[in-house]
């Protein structure tokens, strides 16, 4: 018996409103042309590193109220992130990253999309 290969040239709807990326890929965990469900919170961030396999680091600023002296504090928080083969990723870049089901130990979070 001959098993049908899958066409995955068209990318599938994640539930999100973003655009998928232009170019196929085969990577098993991509959102777009793999099996990986998307679930949970969306993160805007920047990416910090890239030199990790397949995993970018994004980091996120955010503000934290301090009540006793009444002012504002910066905090950044990290996140992994795997990489799709579809998306061509730079340090610097602003991405938009989803939860997922945990990758690795550190990896939770996939990349979605490219902010401009």
Known sequence: MVKA????KEARDIGVDVEPPGEPCEDPHCPFHGTLPVRGAIIEGTIV?????????????????IPKYERYEK???RYFAHRPLCFELEQGDNVRIMECRPLS?????????RRK
Not at 53 to 58: A, C, G, S
Not at 105 to 111: R, Y
């Open 105 to 113: 130990k550190q990896v939770s979070f996939v990349v979605i999309e």
């Open 49 to 65: 590193s890239t030199r990790m396999d397949r995993t970018v680091i994004v980091e996120r600023e955010h503000k934290r109220y």
């Open 75 to 77: 905090r950044t928080s």
């Open 5 to 8: 290969k899958h066409n995955r």
